[in-house]
């Protein structure tokens, strides 16, 4: 997989098959459109192609109302590279860039700049400066310019559509069996283990802590979690563990908001390295108690029901998502 942040318009080498889109999550219609571009990239002999923007244009439109990322930009690459895309072409979405006409978008970035020859998007596709492109744009102009394109339908599960949107929604009811089931994988986190207060050793309960950046989905609580990327002699290796995902109320007045992640009967020393946490089950809400002896207590009793858990529904490596 290649990946190119683009900012002049020369022309690329060869024809290609392309999508455009945020791509937030890379959930299940996400997925499909991907499946479609590389069946008619492999049957055309040409290269499969995504075209995708930072930061989405709604952070820049309205920062202050812009919705919380599901993946991270390093995350959805590397999500996309798992499937099998060829290039990653990234638009900084800026003020000039903001202003391209839909027509300037179709005749100078796709024919100009991407050489494109085949076209898929959503059916709610919209681009341009004022969001004036739509489908029906393209098509008009695709004759002219010489490239197909063609719309993919929403991808429906119990009627309802699987999108960002509702896997967000999903996430803050605290809802992970379908947020689980729109994006095709467990919803994870992926940071790099911060060193803490040691609060954890100290009563017992070693936790590995990776600091939440802001506009992440509003989910928190105390979860049964499978980790990646823990173990250096085997990398693939997933571990059971348990999490609290929360601003600790019962140490802080004020806390930031923190993952912290106890890994069962581990003992090397990972700081500095990078984990990909995977959200398997809630346990229960985040709580304040009146001391640390009886948050410890709890916490005794939230290693045995999550390793209860994992008796029942074991770890399966092959299903996981590995974005780490």
Request: hydrophobic fraction near 40%.
């Amino acid at each position: 997989m290649y990946h190119t942040w683009r900012r002049s318009f020369a022309r690329c080498s060869t024809p290609v098959a392309l999508t455009i889109g945020n791509f937030d999550g890379v959930h299940l219609g996400h997925q499909a459109i991907l499946r479609r571009l590389k069946q008619v990239a492999k049957n055309l002999d040409i290269p499969a192609c995504v075209m995708t923007f930072e930061p989405h244009p709604r952070e820049f439109f309205t920062p202050d109302h812009a919705p919380v990322r599901l993946t991270y930009f390093r995350e959805k690459l590397l999500m996309l590279n798992q499937l099998g895309v060829d290039y990653i072409h990234t638009y900084r979405f800026t003020n000039s860039f903001a202003k391209i006409t839909a027509e300037q978008f179709i005749s100078q970035i796709l024919v100009q700049q991407l050489a494109v020859k085949w076209l898929l998007v959503g059916d709610d596709f919209r681009f341009g400066a004022g969001r004036k492109g739509d489908f029906s744009m393209l098509q008009a102009h695709s004759i002219q310019h010489g490239f197909e394109v063609e719309a993919m339908p929403s991808i429906l599960m119990d009627g309802k559509r699987v999108s960002s949107t509702s896997i967000r929604q999903a996430l803050a009811d605290s809802d992970l069996t379908t947020a689980q089931r729109y994006l095709g994988r467990p919803y994870s986190l992926t940071g790099r283990i911060i060193k803490g207060e040691q609060l954890g050793r100290e009563i017992g309960f070693p936790t590995a802590n990776i600091a939440i950046h802001r506009h992440r989905p509003k989910l928190t609580g105390i979860f049964a979690v499978a980790v990646h990327g823990a173990v250096d002699t085997s990398p693939t290796t997933v571990l059971p563990a348990v999490a609290s995902l929360g601003v600790r109320p019962t140490v802080y007045e004020n806390g930031q908001l923190l993952l912290e992640v106890h890994l069962f009967d581990f003992k090397q020393n990972i700081y500095g390295k990078q984990l990909q946490v995977d959200f398997l089950y809630k346990l229960r809400d985040e709580e304040k108690f009146s001391d640390l002896a009886t948050l410890t207590e709890k916490i005794k009793q939230d290693v045995d029901q999550a390793k209860k858990f994992f008796l029942t529904q074991p770890i399966d490596a092959s299903r996981l998502c590995n974005a780490s």
